[in-house]
């Protein structure tokens, strides 16, 4: 098992920064692929953004430019910056893990989330 706990989610202004911290702990040495997803209210979950192993990183094409993901301690602790936000960001932001060989689009575990909230 991989436990995830989430951070930094809270109130900003349009146009504003934000950063998520995401710490895994437990079986991580399984875990191939760090990932961001958000579900706004109403709205189906999404991904938002993986950091793998290789340093690699993929986006959503509505972040891409606006969001960074990076990672520490081994990739175990993942980030996500959030500059120029807007209202539609607004969401709760779960950080999620793959282990190797499958999709980060369809994580293995996830954590409990954080809110964010984008106001105009």
Known sequence: QVQLVESGGRLVQTGGSLRLSCA???RTSAVSKMNWFRRAPGKEREFVATYKRDGSTYY???VKGRFTITAENAGNTVYL???SLKPEDTAIYYCAASEYGHSRYRP???GQGTQVTVSS
């Open 24 to 26: 895994s702990s437990g």
């Open 81 to 83: 910056q959030m500059n």
């Open 108 to 110: 293995d575990f996830w």
């Open 60 to 62: 959503a094409d509505s």
